[in-house]
């Protein structure tokens, strides 16, 4: 079935840091893909989304490729700032499904 | 914009009871979904509704049953309470049952049963 896996975290940086999370799916078809994020004592809410292979989503100054050739959508930031403090979930829809897969989450502290 | 509205924010339960928890959606949404959220395990899908009058089992089920009340409301009753089910619970809405589709979520509900 499909699945997502995304880097175990949590991930500690300092502020002004590169970011880099990984996340590789394996699905069927030909699904999109999305960064969730889950700032504290919030719901999730959509950070980006890509749906197609070499599309790239980017909002915040986060940007994540849709690399079909190696199933991954990592997400990346050139440059963190505490309030990027928070839980990403990589997630997965097929069309034709009605239910979308979520990776485990990756917590991230940026320190200032 | 209130988008998803999910209540008790906070509930505490003994074993063996019983309660539902809400939620609604004003964004003329079709399809909603309950999922629950533990330590290490990400987001666990527990029922959908792909659209009015329609009601799903997604992975975790048991222990659980739900109403799609009506295209707005979507709720998530425990009839027996038990300690495996304290967890946060989001509830979330979707505009079509195509699952390209941004997902909308609650702030949650945290439960606890002792």
């Known amino acids: 079935g499909d699945s997502v896996t995304q880097m175990e975290g949590p991930v500690t940086l300092s502020e002004e840091a590169f970011l880099t999370i990984n996340c590789t799916y394996t699905?069927?078809?030909?699904?999109?893909l999305f960064w969730y994020v889950q700032y504290p004592g919030e719901g999730l809410q959509l950070l980006l989304k890509a749906t197609k292979a070499d599309d790239k989503g980017s909002n915040k100054g986060f940007e994540a490729t849709y690399r079909k050739e190696t199933t991954s959508f990592h997400l990346e930031k050139g440059s963190v700032q505490v309030s990027d403090s928070a839980v990403y979930f990589c997630a997965l829809g097929n069309t034709g499904g009605f239910k979308t897969i979520f990776g485990a989450g990756t917590r991230l502290f940026v320190k200032a | 914009n209130a988008g998803v509205t999910q209540t008790p924010k906070f509930q505490v339960l003994k074993t063996g009871q019983s309660m539902t928890l809400q939620c609604a959606q004003d964004m003329n949404h079709n399809s909603m979904y309950w999922y629950r959220q533990d330590p290490g395990m990400g987001l666990r899908l527990i029922y959908y509704s792909a659209s009015e009058g329609t009601t799903d089992k997604g992975e975790v089920p048991n222990g659980y049953n739900v109403s799609r009340l009506n295209k707005r409301e979507f709720s998530l009753r425990l009839e027996s309470a038990a300690p495996s089910q304290t967890s946060v619970y989001f509830c979330?809405?979707?505009?079509?049952?195509?699952?390209?589709?941004?997902?909308?979520f609650g702030q949650g509900t945290r439960l606890t049963v002792v």
């Open positions: 979330a809405s979707r505009l079509s049952w195509a699952d390209n589709t941004e997902a909308f």
């Open positions: 699905a069927t078809g030909y699904p999109s």
